[in-house]
């Protein structure tokens, strides 16, 4: 029987893109240790819990904090982390993992194939609602047979496997911290990634450390990593052209030009299927009719939003959750900015007189409600009168958000199609809110996953985007750039098309 194994040519390019590998040269000199990185950020950092973050500055904060299976390359492939190496079957229906050596937690603790298993069980338990069980539900078993080896038996065939044990909610922890309640990882992290935690307040500084006993022993390069919260976004701004930051964790796109233009600041950009979607609740008045939705579909003007939010950093997308950086993306029709048609579109649905309804956005980040507020203008000739209501982010997660029939989302790229479906759209998906429920699309997505064959996936893939433009359960009115800036004297620093795997290991600093 045949087997799946790792490319070793792709895998050493892919390495050596990312500084996990010997080169022959690094471009940005020579690297130094020590120094701490200042990187800058408008997202609270809510919880460390890596079961259930989903906040920028939480992701990066985990990257820091925990290492998975493996991780997400620039090329969008897997490349290893916890595991050195890994093998398939040949129907890729057992997946065996082999570990590095002398692995070990922050808190000293070694790290071991039971830490694996058991942290991968609890992902799958409903209780710990974990964004990665859908991603992962299809494995069956898993079992250690050494302390090294893991060996995951899925219910189906996945070929992908590999790429979603790398799921930022699917770091490894240890078995001690999941035996106890999993409030307590809340604020107590206790990884094996590059840096440790040493002091944490959501509302103000994150500071991670050093962690000496990382299995790379020459990185990380900083001794420490400073996350600064700046809610407004003039202070950011004002901190990191001054130098009182290093680092610009995410560029609002008015800013981008102005900071990418000053003297001794490099800003990054990077196509990315990252998107704001428009959340229609379907069992809820009035998008429990599909004539409302389409009618609203052909209210926004995708080409004006890209240049007026966007400032051009990034394109217009319609209505489809896949952007053409998914390998089985397929180009969608384009949605007509028609008002005209919509006008009519809404009276057939009952509403001859207009549609008066809210909008709510989370003022955190703020594209979230400049995005609203530019489609309550373009939609107003077609007869929708929205109110656009801004507020703080964690009352819209409170009170809104998988609540409310009408909202902003905002979502970075997966890392696949599969898990981008089974993010927001099958009816189990991780933050299923629009009540769409659609058994078709759900049974092409699991025959997706579970086949082999290429060209049967991308007809299966390509008739599950059909499903989603045909129905219009969220608006995706367009995909974001990833824009990130960093000072001269910060090397190594990283854009990635996720907006989560920096591979902060490597940057070093050229003053201290």
């Known amino acids: 029987m045949s087997e799946l194994t790792i490319d070793r040519r792709a895998m ?11 080169a022959s040269g690094l471009a940005q000199g020579t690297p130094r240790r020590g120094g701490v990185l200042k990187v800058s950020h408008t997202n609270r950092i809510a919880t460390l819990n890596v079961l259930q973050l989903s906040g920028p500055a939480e992701y990066l904060a985990v990257d820091l904090l925990y290492s998975g299976l493996t991780r997400m390359g620039p090329n969008q492939q897997p490349l290893p982390d916890l595991a050195e190496s890994w093998t398939g079957d040949g129907e890729a229906k057992v997946f065996t993992f082999r570990l590095r050596p002398g692995l070990t937690f922050h808190d000293g603790t070694p790290c071991t194939a039971e830490d694996v298993v058991a942290t991968f069980r609890t992902v799958l338990t409903p209780a710990a609602a974990s964004p990665a069980r859908p991603v992962l539900n299809m494995i069956s078993n898993i079992e250690a047979p050494d302390p090294r080896t893991v060996r995951f038996t899925l219910g189906v065939s996945y070929a ?3 790429i979603s044990v790398a799921h930022a909610n699917a770091r490894i922890l240890s078995a001690k911290a999941l035996a106890g309640p999993l409030t307590e990882i809340d604020t107590k992290p206790n990884g094996t990634g590059p840096f440790k935690l040493e002091s944490y307040d959501s509302a103000r500084l994150t500071r991670l450390v050093r962690f000496d006993k990382y299995y790379q022993p020459d990185r990380p390069y900083l001794d420490a990593v400073e996350m ?8 950011e701004s004002t901190n990191f052209l001054s130098g009182t930051m290093d680092v610009m964790l995410e560029v609002q796109q008015a800013n981008f030009k102005r900071i990418g233009a000053a003297r001794g600041v490099n800003a990054l950009r990077v196509a990315s299927g990252r998107f704001i979607n428009v959340v229609m609740r379907q069992d809820q008045k009035p998008f429990d009719d599909i004539r409302v939705r389409r009618a609203l579909a052909m209210s926004v003007d995708r080409d004006l939003l890209v240049d007026l939010v966007l400032e051009g950093l990034g394109r217009p997308s319609y209505d489809n959750i896949l952007s053409p950086e998914y ?26 007189q207009g549609l008066r309804i809210k909008l709510v956005a989370s003022n955190r980040p703020a594209i979230r409600s400049q995005v609203a507020i530019a489609i309550k203008e373009m939609a107003r000739p077609a007869g929708f009168d929205i109110e656009v209501e801004t507020m703080p982010h964690d009352t819209f997660l409170a009170t809104v958000w998988r609540k409310g029939n009408f909202y902003m989302g905002y979502w970075g790229m997966q890392p696949t ?6 993010l927001l759209l099958t009816s189990d998906a991780a933050f299923e809110d629009s009540a769409w429920k659609n058994k078709e699309f759900d049974d092409l997505v699991a025959r997706g996953r579970s086949t082999l064959d290429d060209a049967e996936r991308a007809r299966l893939y390509a008739e599950a985007q059909r499903l989603i433009v045909r129905d219009v359960p969220n608006l995706f009115p367009f995909f974001q750039d990833v824009l990130t ?13 996720l907006s989560r795997t920096f591979f902060t290991e490597n940057v ?3 003053r201290s």
């Open 12 to 22: 050493l390019a892919a390495l050596a893109a990312t500084g996990l590998a010997p």
């Open 160 to 162: 992908d496997f590999p």
């Open 228 to 235: 600064y919260l700046f809610p407004d976004l003039a202070a």
């Open 327 to 352: 390998r089985f993306y397929i180009e969608t029709p384009k949605v007509p900015y028609d008002t005209a048609a919509a006008k009519k579109l809404l009276a057939e649905a009952g509403h001859p």
């Open 417 to 422: 199609e599969d898990a981008a479906f089974t």
């Open 485 to 497: 800036a960093s000072r001269d004297w910060v090397k190594g620093w990283q854009v990635h098309p």
């Open 508 to 510: 070093w600093l050229e």
